[in-house]
């Protein structure tokens, strides 16, 4: 194995795999390392993989409108061979309601980038996506609260993107990017961790590895995803910065769409403001539903030694969290009209009874990812001498 690169980059997700493909592209000699098993297999794997414009500032709104452009151009960007597998990039459009990301923050900068959009009332929103409800029910409230399932109080409007979607397989993405990197001469070691950064007159040397080896490299990219602000720390560069990284536990469910949403086919990725969570189609009469973090609902900011086990997740971890199926059940209020059903988390740790449309009678709602972890804003991090 190599212990000298041009560039090391630390975490193989979907960030660290795009960082080692652009790297080798220029013609660097690139080391990627992952303390995991498989290319993508971290907080990637759980991704809802939502391809969105809209953003609250100019940069986030240009960043992901360029990036559209590759998703739909992927096997040439990859420069990929004809019977290598591709994620690919479903396009279902993207509807948000009123309620989330500000319209009039948001629509003057896709008027600067050039994102096509529409602006929709409740009418257009029934006729266009059949079984959603336009309900206005704002402020989002805990499940818990009685006032919850308290009727609507008006109407929503929406804007739409009719260039948003999703890409099916998010853990296949950074694969497809990492294979690419690999073609232009990238190495790739797994199962090794990144235990320190080694350092002389305060400019990066190289990585240390926990099996004892040095990797000397001028270059360092931190893409450890919800483990950036610890690689920062193994750097000593915490006080440097002015945003911080940490995990925060997430959960997204799937659940069946109630029949005759959308048509039956692929509905549109939906940002909910108005009741604090997202979803979109998924294949299979399937949707995905996960929370858009209202303040009503606690955060679940976690250690990251918590995270040394990615999955499944450690009976204590269960049991912290099996009263989670929040976003679920808020999403639930947008199609009527509700039963009661008793439920169960995955993995089982107990059951209990709860209100759900009656469509999910037949059913018992599973957690998708129920203990995926992801990290708010985690930028790679470059070291140059
Ligand atoms: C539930 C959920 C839903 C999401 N939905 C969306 C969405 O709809 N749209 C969207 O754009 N984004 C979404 N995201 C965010 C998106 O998935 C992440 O931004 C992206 O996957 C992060 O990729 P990454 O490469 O930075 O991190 P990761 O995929 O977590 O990769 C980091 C890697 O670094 C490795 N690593 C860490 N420390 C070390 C070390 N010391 N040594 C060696 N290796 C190390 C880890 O093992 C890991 O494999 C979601 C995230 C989650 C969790």
């Known amino acids: 194995m190599t212990d000298t690169a041009d560039a090391v980059v630390i975490g193989t997700g979907v960030i660290g795999a795009a960082v080692a493909y652009e790297l080798a592209q220029t013609g660097l000699r690139v080391v990627a390392i992952d303390r995991l098993g498989g290319v993508g297999s971290g907080s990637t794997s759980s991704s809802s993989s939502i391809v969105r414009f809209h953003y ?44 989330s990301t500000q319209r009039e923050r948001v629509l003057p900068l896709f008027d600067r980038v050039g994102v096509p959009y529409e602006c929709w009332d409740a009418e257009t929103i029934r006729q266009r996506v059949p079984g959603m409800d336009p309900g206005r029910y704002a402020p989002p409230k805990p499940v818990t609260d009685a006032a919850f399932w308290a009727d609507a109080d008006g109407e929503l409007g929406a804007y739409y993107t009719p260039d948003g979607g999703f890409i099916d397989d998010p853990q296949l993405a950074a694969r497809n990017l990492m294979a690419a990197a690999k073609r232009r001469g990238t190495e790739v070691q797994l199962r090794e961790q990144v ?19 040095v990797i000397q490299s001028p270059v360092v990219v931190n893409a450890a995803g919800p483990y950036s602000g ?99 059940r808020r999403w639930a209020s947008r199609p009527v009209p509700l039963v009661s059903l008793h439920y169960t988390t995955w993995p089982t740790t107990g059951s209990r009874s709860t209100t759900v449309p009656h469509w999910l009678g037949s059913m018992w709602p599973s957690a998708r990812a129920a203990t995926s972890s992801k990290t708010l804003l985690w930028p790679a991090v470059l070291w140059r001498p």
Not at 64 to 75: H, R, V
Not at 81 to 90: D, G, K, Q, R, T
Not at 195 to 210: D, E, H, S, Y
Request: net charge neutral; charged share 20%.
């Open 56 to 99: 609250s500032t100019f940069e986030g709104v240009a960043a992901s409108w360029e990036s559209k452009f590759s998703w739909e151009s992927w096997p040439e960007y990859l420069g990929s061979c004809p019977e290598e597998s591709l994620a690919s990039f479903i396009k279902t459009g993207c509807l948000i309601l009123d309620g």
């Open 195 to 213: 235990v320190g950064i080694v350092q002389k007159n305060a400019r990066v040397q190289g990585i240390r590895l926990r099996s004892g080896s």
């Open 230 to 328: 610890q690689v920062n720390a193994l750097a000593g560069v915490t006080g440097e910065f002015r945003i911080r990284t940490r995990p925060l536990r997430q959960e997204v469910h799937s659940v069946p769409a109630p029949a005759g949403y959308a048509r039956g086919e692929l509905g549109p990725v939906v940002t909910d403001g108005d009741l604090g969570t997202y979803f979109r189609s998924h294949f299979g009469g399937q949707l995905i539903v996960g929370s858009a973090e209202p303040a009503c609902d606690a955060l679940h900011w976690i250690d990251t030694r918590m995270l040394s086990t990615p999955s499944p997740p450690s009976r204590r971890g269960i049991r912290r969290y099996s009263a989670w199926p929040e976003e679920s």
